[in-house]
């Protein structure tokens, strides 16, 4: 009990820019749901077993719509896909996980991969559980932020117009964030440069799914390329 207990202490310190950021975020996502007439109940669950933040947002226009699992599902896909890459880089640090290696899997977000990534477990912590702990604090701080946001829609009547700009701005701040973090910014521009190509080719409405295919497969074709510059 006192190693879970050391190491949710631990997890909690290398987790409070997270959870600055998930409540804010959570909260914006909560008054957007409730703006839309998708009750708490509805909110909650999304947050839960959902769990993709921008994909999240981009949820929110698709339950307006109608019903279209195919499109969804794409859209889910391309949205998503970077994870596929996170998954990979992660397969060495989740060997040997067991019982919570589908949970640390399921619960990988953007923010989470950041500390992962970066972070060790603390000497005389066990690894095992700072793994679980940064992952699952991570989890409470987006569903807590979701909720508070939905019942502030309903107890206050405020003009929610623009509030969709949330998920630009979060765009706008994770490709900054990797802007700073990283030396490389071939990926980034690969990707700014797809999304305007594809803007141009296949308008407004119709440009995310082919851009997303594009940095896909762009990003695949240099990123072997990218790994030998790097050890070299």
Request: glycine residues 8%; positive net charge.
């Amino acid at each position: 009990m006192m190693n879970k207990k050391a190491a949710l202490l631990a997890a909690f310190g290398h987790t409070i820019p997270v959870f600055t950021g998930y409540m804010v975020l959570g909260a914006a996502y909560g008054l957007l749901m409730d703006s839309k007439g998708l009750s708490l109940l509805w909110i909650f669950i999304a947050s839960v077993f959902v769990y993709a933040g921008s994909m999240q947002f981009v949820a929110v226009t698709l339950l307006s719509l109608d019903f279209d699992p195919l499109g969804a599902f794409l859209m889910t896909l391309m949205v998503n896909a970077r994870h596929l890459f996170y998954a990979i880089s992660m397969l060495g640090k989740y060997r040997g996980l067991g019982k919570m290696k589908p949970y640390l899997i399921f619960s990988l977000t953007d923010e989470t991969f950041s500390i992962l990534c970066s972070t060790d477990a603390p000497e005389g912590i066990d690894r095992k559980w700072f793994l679980f702990f940064v992952s699952f604090l991570d989890h409470i701080y987006w569903i807590t932020g979701s909720i508070l946001g939905g019942i502030l829609g309903g107890m206050i009547d405020f003009d929610t117009k623009g509030i969709d700009f949330v998920l630009t701005a979060l765009f706008v701040v994770i490709l900054i964030n990797q802007w700073k973090a990283t030396k490389n910014h071939l990926p980034a521009l690969i990707g700014i440069g797809s999304a305007i190509s594809c803007r141009l080719l296949f308008g407004a409405d119709d440009f995310i799914i082919p851009a997303m295919l594009l940095i896909l497969l762009s990003v695949t074709l240099i990123r072997t390329p990218l790994e030998r510059r790097n050890k070299q």
